[in-house]
């Protein structure tokens, strides 16, 4: 599977933004999910989302503000980000597992795609 990441940018805190990573190959079976890295971390789960079930799951971090979604026809799956903090700063990167359960494991996520910078000002 082929990730292609974008949507980045710059916001004022309590902004909004949305990241979209579209995916060639046979997603169909596949696990979606979205991370972050910021300079010295390791990568750090955010959501994930089934392209079957529309299973999702996030990181309590961004509970309630952030929604992922899918988009089959256009084989896109989105990252709605809303009431953003500075500390969401980070490189954000979409990945796939071709597992059958949604997961938080950046070790179960095979392919990923280049990241794209969400940077919050105070």
């Known amino acids: 599977v082929q990730l292609q990441a974008s949507g980045g940018g710059l916001v004022q805190a309590g902004g909004s933004l949305r990241l979209s990573c579209t995916a060639s190959?046979?997603?169909?079976?596949?696990?979606m999910g979205w991370f972050r890295q910021t300079p010295g971390k390791d990568h750090e789960f955010v959501a994930g989302i089934s392209w079957t079930t529309g299973n999702t799951i996030y990181d309590d971090s961004v509970k309630g503000r952030f929604t992922i979604s899918r988009d089959n026809e256009k084989n896109t799956v989105y990252l709605t980000m809303n009431s953003l903090k500075p500390e969401d700063t980070a490189v954000y990167y979409c990945?796939?597992?071709?597992?059958?359960?949604?997961?938080?494991?950046?070790?179960?996520?095979?392919?990923w795609g280049q990241g794209t910078l969400v940077t919050v000002s105070s």
């Open positions: 190959g046979r997603t169909f079976r596949y696990v």
């Open positions: 990945a796939a597992s071709s597992g059958w359960r949604t997961t938080s494991e950046v070790n179960e996520y095979e392919d």
